[in-house]
């Protein structure tokens, strides 16, 4: 009977300490890799080799530095928005007044960094999922994200052209 005791409260115990995570920022995308390979999310393929007018235009090879085939994903951002290729991200004030033209609240990120830990707090799965490391991410934002079937038909509806999405079923 001693021995049931004892086996009960260590499994009290762990429950419990399973349950407090203090002050620990809530992980409620509990993903990780099973294997020993790569992360195939966290390579960029590099940009095609080209072969430049004049030789003497190359820069000079630094050894660590950056190469003319490393990708530069906030260039290519800048300019599939309409700004300057090469400009830089806070170079191009066109760009940014057009992106801040319905007013920029001092602070966004810190505030939105606190309202979502806070959520994250407030949702961060049941007892038994912790324990576990269940995925509860997509359940904690189920309420915030788009009916991406509903938001399509919408724009649809209205004429708009969707070329990226797939096309209507003959059915529909």
Known sequence: MQAARMILAGLVAAMLAGCGNGDKTPQLMNIQSSTAGPDEFGILPPKPLELPKDMAQLPEPTPGGTN???P???ADAIAALGGRPGAGAGAD???MNHASRYGVASGIRQT?????LEWRRD????VLERLFNVNVYYRAYEDMSLDQHAELWRWRGRGAKTPSAP???KDE
């Open 167 to 169: 096309p209507p079923q």
């Open 93 to 95: 004030a066109g760009l």
């Open 112 to 116: 939105l960094a606190s309202e979502d």
């Open 72 to 74: 530069t994903p906030e």
């Open 123 to 126: 949702n961060n799965g049941r």
């Open 68 to 70: 003319l085939t490393d």
